[in-house]
Structures are given as C-alpha cells and as structure tokens.
C-alpha cells in the first residue's frame, strides 16, 4: 500500500494548562480537554466510550495499528490533546505508566533529572508533583529513558533509569535501580547518595533502558555502540553503595550507533527473547536474540563485580532496514506491532513484527520532538514532545 493512504490530518489540540514553583518538589492542579470516541453514521459511539467500544462488529474489530488513526480503509483523522503542560520546559524525553498503579504516569525529564508525575492524566482535575533524587546529578544525570520492573517485597514497584553522561570524564556510569515507592524516592538518606536501590557502572552515554525480568535490564551502550545486559541480582537497598553481585554482559559491540541528543530506546519481548532497538544512527530497527551466542572473555570495568563478560556472536538482524527512517527514537511493542518515532521527522510508525510498514502518523510538530512514548490504560499513546515538555495523548478520531 502507499504511504499516502496512511497520512493522517491532525485535528486541533485541546489543552491542560498547569503552574508550579519550588524546589525539588512542585505540583499543578490543572483540567483537561478529552475529546473521546467521536460517533459517526458508521460506529454509533459516544464521547464517554474509548475507542469505539460497542456493539457494531466494524468498530469491534478495529485493524492493526488503528492508534494511530483508521476507519473502513480511508484515511482517519486523529486529535492530539495535551494532558500536561509543566512550568518549565525540561527537555521530557520519555514517560511509562506505573504498573502497581495504572493511574500514575511518570515523565522523566533530561534537562534536570527530575521525573513528573501525573495522577488521572487527562481526567478534569489533574494533578501533578515533580521530583528529583538529592543525588540524582550522578544515578540519574540527563536520562534519555526509563523502564518499569518488577515489584520488590522490601521496596515495592521498581523502575530502571541509565544517565547519556560520563561522570564528569571518569566513565563511571551506567544504569541505576529506584523505587517508585514515594515514600522512598528521592529522599535523602544518611549516605548523602539519595534513594537509589542499586547501579552499576560500565555503560556511558546510554541511550536507552529496557526491563527483562527480575532486576535485569538492557541498557543502549553508545560510547562502546553495543548493548549491555545488567543483571542487579540483589539491591542493596535505598542509598548503599554494594554492587559487589552485579553481573554485566556486552553483547554486538560496534554494531549499534547513538547520536548525540537523540535516545534510542529499546524494548523487550519476554516471550520470543528478542530486544528491538531503535538504532538511531544506523537509521534502522533492529532486534537482537538475546538467547543467542556464547559467553566470551571478560573485560575491565570500573568496580568490583561478580562478573563482566563478552558474548560472542549474538545475533542481530534488521527489522526494518535503512530507508524508511530518518532517526528512529522511541520504540514499543504492542498488539504483535513495532510502533516507532522518528525523531528527524515527528512521526509515528507502526510494522508488523516482519518490519511491513503498516500506517504512519504525521503529528506536525517540528522535527525534533519526539522521542519516547508509551500506552495507557485506554489502549491510547501517551508521548512527549522534547521541545515543550509537554505531554500528549494521540485520539483517534472514527
């Protein structure tokens, strides 16, 4: 099919307009305009049903990538609404939903390492409440991404964070372990390094974080263009300092290309052990086995750990090859597609795993604007645009 069938207007946007001062903590209250699931002659919805959820079976049996805007093989239309608008622009590059809390969106921001964090986004009445870790300048210094885990007995809900830094010159980074526990996070603690759980050091300038299972994450290496996996084995708990079990494994050095300002975000598939990668430079999606290759030889790290090793040929394939994107940013798998920004272009994408565009969205922000998105409790995308910090959900319109 051509592109052009895919070209999707954008309609005008609504607007949740919030203000805040202080610091580290600020808040918003704020209302929102949602535009909701708009009837037609064809699908006989109403505003206060998402996503045409009725009994006709031609809007029950919506198509494959319909997020990004569909109705009976014609051009749809969509409305982009912002649900946050901060105080401040704060270069938001990436956001998720809190799984122990689907209600609870979180924003991180790479301007000044603070997270927002949203409460009913969308709903009249929002609030919001910035933070940022005491210690943040080093466990989450300018972070291009953030990844959900698993919920920890001690700590509760978990989220991995890595900083596109190199430690003021010393290469001492790489990703770090919170809690989503607000009790918890960023407070201080007697140490003086904050309220992260754990970190380990041997990825500078990441670009993107990736959750797998337990506490192990992939992390997007650019300074060494491979992909590491990090496996914190143990935390040591808010503000320690123990990362004697850590185990890191380096797989495809050479293979992938960040570029500078621009994350390239990773995402996993549990059951077919496959990472997909945004890979910025390479203007390509791509997807790693990760059961594939053999352990190899170690190499040199930073700290004493339990065990940092190569491993040799892993395999990596293209997805979609180069000649359809331009700086492929965000990533995420859903509904068995790989939907994607384009950083260069402000577009969305969505292919099917066999990397066959299935439609595309123009969202006419200017180039640059995108880079991290999510979905929501709704089946809706949630993204953020870099230049404003704002936040906001696509609306397809049937």
């Not at 964070?161 to 989503?180: E, I, K, S, Y």
């Not at 050095?253 to 995402?267: C, E, M, N």
């Not at 990533?331 to 790989?338: F, S």
């Amino acid at each position: 099919m051509s592109l052009s069938k895919f070209l999707i207007p954008v309609l005008p946007l609504g607007l949740l307009l919030g203000a805040c001062s202080g610091e580290p903590d600020d808040s918003g209250p704020g209302t929102s305009t949602d535009t909701g699931c708009k009837a037609d002659a064809d699908c006989a919805g109403t505003p206060d049903t998402p996503l045409c959820e009725v009994a006709s079976a031609e809007c029950a049996a919506l198509p494959p990538g319909h997020q990004l805007g569909w109705k009976d093989g014609s051009p749809g239309t969509v409305a982009l609404v912002v649900i946050n608008e901060p105080d401040k622009v704060r270069d938001a590059v990436d956001l998720a939903f809190n799984p122990s809390n689907p209600a609870q969106l979180w924003v991180l921001n790479r301007k000044d390492d603070s997270v927002i964090i949203i409460d009913d986004p969308g709903l009249p009445g929002v609030k919001w409440v910035r933070k940022r870790d005491p210690a943040a300048s080093h466990f989450m210094n300018r972070p291009p991404a953030m990844a959900f885990g698993v919920v920890l007995p001690e700590w509760g809900q978990t989220f991995g964070v890595c900083g596109d830094g190199d430690n003021g010159g010393d290469d001492f980074m790489g990703p770090a372990l919170f809690t989503a526990n607000l009790d918890i996070f960023a407070k201080q603690t007697p140490g003086g390094l904050g309220s992260h759980l754990d970190m380990l050091h041997s990825t500078t300038f990441c670009r993107g974080i990736a959750h797998v299972e337990a506490s192990i994450y992939f992390a997007f290496n650019s300074n060494k263009r491979s992909l590491d996996r990090y496996d914190f084995v143990v935390d040591h708990g808010p503000g320690n300092d123990d990362h004697a079990d850590g185990r890191i494994l380096r797989y495809v050095p050479g293979a992938v290309l960040g570029v500078d300002g621009i994350p390239s975000h990773l995402v996993h598939d549990p059951e077919g052990k496959q990472l997909y990668i945004a890979d910025t430079g390479n203007k390509r999606i791509a997807r790693l086995d990760t059961s594939s290759g053999v352990l190899g030889p170690a190499f040199a790290g930073p700290e004493p750990i339990k065990e940092r090793r190569m491993v040799n040929d892993a395999v990596l394939v293209d997805v979609v090859p180069p000649g359809t994107l331009e700086a492929p940013s965000g990533i995420e798998l859903h509904d068995d597609l790989i939907f994607v920004t384009d950083h260069a272009t402000s577009r969305f994408y969505a292919f099917d795993l066999a990397g066959q565009q299935i439609r595309h969205l123009d969202t006419g922000l200017p180039p640059g604007s995108l880079a991290g998105f999510t979905f929501g409790p709704d089946d809706k995308i949630y993204f953020t645009d870099i230049l404003t910090s704002r936040v906001y959900r696509i609306d397809p319109l049937f």
